[in-house]
């Protein structure tokens, strides 16, 4: 699928991964609406794109928000083919922490709900609208891109309800891309390793100290142009499809 004249809806469009496929994806002749929860950031980055940006607050976990989402950015752009997934949360809490206190299951259930749950219905009522497109070569109509993580499979203490949802994410590619095929629509996964991100930057260097030295080569922080790169090769690859591709520098990381 040629990027061009294309529609893209992106969550987690203000910042971080979420931006910066957002700029790719407008440089290569897309159109782009941002899902975010934080308006003001997103009103400034879809001015800084032009006319082929617009932003509209969403929360990921609310069915009535998104489906709002996706009927703004019909109404502005005309249709849909391409949604990422780039919202999400982190959380660092053991299953069982100091004096014996059992891990908080609020936590749990917030994660779960914005980083698994948000993406599947952000993804779900976007593949809707993309069944209505006229379909192009090889019969696609569109393409869903979700954001999982290394922690999905090298999760480290104190990740357990962070690496479940990524665990999810991961899982549930496969069966997305064989419930849309009929329809077109192929789902791909990409799963980062550590990235330059406002919640990576953000953390002392104690955390990313040790995570940047498990990394192999290049030895640094990922930079978000390169997870842009990659979103944009899955839309134009369209024999790629069912997969999860890890970007992560090989890192593998360790327990702590």
């Not at 899902?35 to 940006?53: F, I, K, P």
């Not at 391409?82 to 949360?89: E, F, K, M, S, T």
């Not at 959380?91 to 994660?111: I, Q, W």
Request: charged share 20%.
């Amino acid at each position: 699928m040629e990027i061009a004249n294309k529609v893209a809806v992106v969550t987690g469009g203000a910042s971080g991964l979420g931006r910066a496929t957002a700029e790719a994806f407008v440089a290569r002749g897309g159109r782009v609406m941002i899902l975010d929860r934080d308006a003001t950031r997103a009103a400034e980055v879809a001015a800084s794109l032009g006319d082929s940006a617009a932003w509209v607050e969403c929360d990921v976990t609310s069915a009535d928000s998104v489906s709002a989402a996706i009927a703004a950015t019909k109404e502005k752009f005309g249709a849909i083919h391409v949604c990422v997934n780039c919202a999400g949360v982190g959380s660092a809490m053991k299953t069982v922490g100091r004096e014996n206190v059992p891990h908080d299951l609020g936590v749990f259930e917030t994660v779960v709900k914005i980083n698994l749950i948000g993406t599947f219905n952000v993804l779900r009522l976007a593949a809707a609208a993309m069944a209505e497109n006229e379909p192009g070569e090889d019969n696609d109509r569109g393409v869903i891109i979700n954001t999982a993580s290394v922690a999905a499979f090298d999760g480290q203490v104190g990740q357990v309800a962070y690496s479940a949802t990524k665990g999810g994410v991961v899982g549930m590619t496969l069966p997305i891309a064989r419930d849309l095929a009929s329809l077109g629509i192929r789902c791909n996964t990409i799963a980062p390793g550590i990235f330059s991100t406002p919640l990576m930057n953000g953390a002392p260097d104690k955390v990313k100290l040790p995570l940047i030295e498990m990394t192999q080569f290049p030895k640094r922080l990922g930079h978000p142009p390169e997870y842009a790169a990659l979103v944009c090769h899955m839309v134009e690859n369209t024999f790629l499809n069912g997969e999860t591709i890890r970007l992560d520098g090989a890192i593998r990381m360790q327990p702590r």
